[in-house]
């Protein structure tokens, strides 16, 4: 059990299962159609992941979130940090601003979307702040980061330490965002909080 960002492919972001985002995506859709924009119906089949043509995401949220806290209170403003750490569905498109649609997210009583290329370039600042290695894996399917941060993290950390290695909780907070936009993106799914 835990908290996972997970991506999601076109079969659970339509499905009217339990545990699918039918109801998400038929009412981000309508709050979409009621702003003028088009609807988000290009989400790749989860197959396309498994298939090569792209690795899934999945992370789990284990590791305290004190230091990573503290990281955006230095350097972001508090709008910055809303829209980088206060959404449960983070889709691939552009949005002027956060959805928040009245359906139980699993987690809360409604659900907040926040589009993707927003969140980068916050989570890009703060990577550059830390100056978080490049070492740091870009695709994040089965736990990828989770695992470099306990295991090759520490090592790197003790040959190039540097701001990122003073706080590797913090750091992985950091790439953990920063790899679920650049994922959403690179895909075209979306990544929630599962």
């Known amino acids: 059990?835990?908290?996972?960002?997970?991506?999601?492919?076109?079969?659970?972001?339509?499905?009217?299962?339990?545990?699918?985002?039918?109801?998400?995506?038929?009412?981000?859709?309508?709050?979409?159609?009621?702003?003028?924009?088009?609807?988000?119906?290009?989400?790749?089949?989860?197959?396309?992941?498994?298939?090569?043509?792209?690795?899934?995401?999945?992370?789990?949220?284990?590791?305290?979130?004190?230091?990573?806290?503290?990281?955006?209170r230095t350097h972001l403003s508090q709008g910055e940090s809303e829209t980088l750490c206060g959404w449960s569905v983070l889709v691939p498109f552009s949005l002027d601003e956060e959805i928040c649609l009245p359906v139980d997210s699993g987690y809360c009583e409604s659900t907040t979307v926040v589009g993707a290329p927003q969140v980068l370039p916050i989570a890009e600042k703060l990577a550059a702040a830390i100056e978080l290695p490049s070492e740091a894996p870009e695709t994040c399917d089965?736990?990828?980061?989770?695992?470099?941060?306990?295991?090759?993290?520490?090592d790197l950390s003790a040959t190039r330490p540097g701001l990122w290695s003073k706080d590797l909780d913090a750091a992985f907070y950091v790439a953990l965002f920063l790899r679920a936009a650049q994922h959403a993106i690179r895909r075209g799914c979306p990544v929630v909080l599962s």
């Open 142 to 154: 089965n736990l990828d980061l989770s695992m470099w941060f306990r295991h090759q993290a520490k």
């Open 1 to 72: 059990m835990g908290v996972y960002l997970v991506s999601v492919g076109a079969e659970e972001w339509f499905g009217d299962e339990e545990d699918g985002w039918g109801e998400v995506a038929t009412a981000l859709d309508a709050e979409l159609r009621r702003r003028g924009l088009p609807s988000y119906e290009d989400v790749p089949p989860e197959a396309d992941f498994a298939a090569g043509s792209g690795q899934a995401f999945e992370e789990k949220l284990t590791p305290p979130m004190t230091g990573f806290d503290t990281l955006c």
